[in-house]
């Protein structure tokens, strides 16, 4: 008889997680898509604001 070599965990855990993800669809790439846009707009709101307090000679101190 033929000898079977057992499988790799390394293989299965990959494969699995694969699997289990899934490659992205329309919608996720969508969503990502809106969740990118969303925190550059968050992102240059806070650059404003903080821009905005400079040219007023407000200081933040961030710790």
């Excluded at 919608?27 to 903080?50: C, F, M, P, S, W």
Aim: net charge positive.
């Amino acid at each position: 008889p033929q000898q079977r070599s057992l499988p790799n965990m390394n293989d299965t855990v990959v494969s699995h997680s694969v699997l289990s993800s899934g490659a992205p669809t329309p919608t996720k790439r969508l969503q990502y898509g809106l969740d990118t846009a969303n925190r550059l707009a968050d992102e240059h709101d806070l650059i404003a604001v903080y821009v905005s307090r400079l040219q007023n000679g407000t200081r933040l101190v961030f710790v």
